[in-house]
């Protein structure tokens, strides 16, 4: 099973596409990808067509999403709930929203995995080790 790990930050997106069973799994791809402007339906597009690339080339099972609260002190920004609109209405396959909880308390080892891509990382193992 592939999954894909996603995390927003600002104006990134962190992704990790882990494949396996269970308890064990490999990472086969992990990046970035940024929104330039917000208001901008060129940046908007590029995204989007940056979004299906990825969808094409990796063929996920399951998306998994870190959520962001849309209220409140720690909630998501214009950019971040921009690019999960356009990630939410391309995605070829089922997906789940992983609360930051949950990620946190994952403690799977991140083995060479910047700090940046682990929360999308732990948002794909909690995932795939929920589909027992």
Same mark, same amino acid.
């Given at each position: 099973?592939?999954?894909?790990?996603?995390?927003?930050?600002?104006?990134?997106?962190?992704?990790?596409?882990?494949?396996?069973?269970?308890?064990?799994?490999?990472?086969?791809?992990?990046?970035? =990808?940024?929104? $330039?402007?917000?208001?901008?339906?060129? *940046?908007?597009? !590029?995204?989007?067509? /940056?979004?299906?690339? =990825?969808?094409? $080339?990796?063929?996920?099972?399951?998306? *998994?999403?870190? !959520?962001?609260?849309? /209220?409140?002190?720690?909630?998501?920004? $214009?950019?971040?709930?921009?690019?999960?609109?356009?990630?939410?209405?391309?995605?070829?396959?089922?997906?789940?929203?992983?609360?930051?909880?949950?990620?946190?308390?994952?403690?799977?080892?991140?083995?060479?995995?910047?700090?940046?891509?682990?929360?999308?990382?732990?948002?794909?193992?909690?995932?795939?080790?929920?589909?027992?």
């Amino acid at each position: 099973m592939k999954i894909l790990g996603v995390e927003f930050d600002s104006n990134k997106m962190h992704y990790v596409l882990i494949e396996g069973d269970f308890d064990i799994h490999e990472v086969l791809q992990k990046n970035r =990808l940024e929104l $330039a402007e917000t208001r901008s339906r060129d *940046s908007l597009v !590029a995204f989007q067509d /940056a979004i299906r690339t =990825l969808y094409n $080339a990796t063929v996920p099972d399951i998306l *998994s999403i870190k !959520a962001k609260p849309e /209220a409140g002190q720690m909630r998501a920004g $214009a950019a971040a709930l921009k690019m999960e609109g356009v990630v939410l209405a391309n995605a070829p396959c089922k997906v789940v929203f992983v609360s930051g909880l949950r990620i946190n308390q994952c403690e799977v080892e991140c083995g060479g995995l910047q700090k940046y891509l682990q929360p999308a990382y732990k948002a794909a193992v909690v995932t795939l080790t929920s589909q027992r």
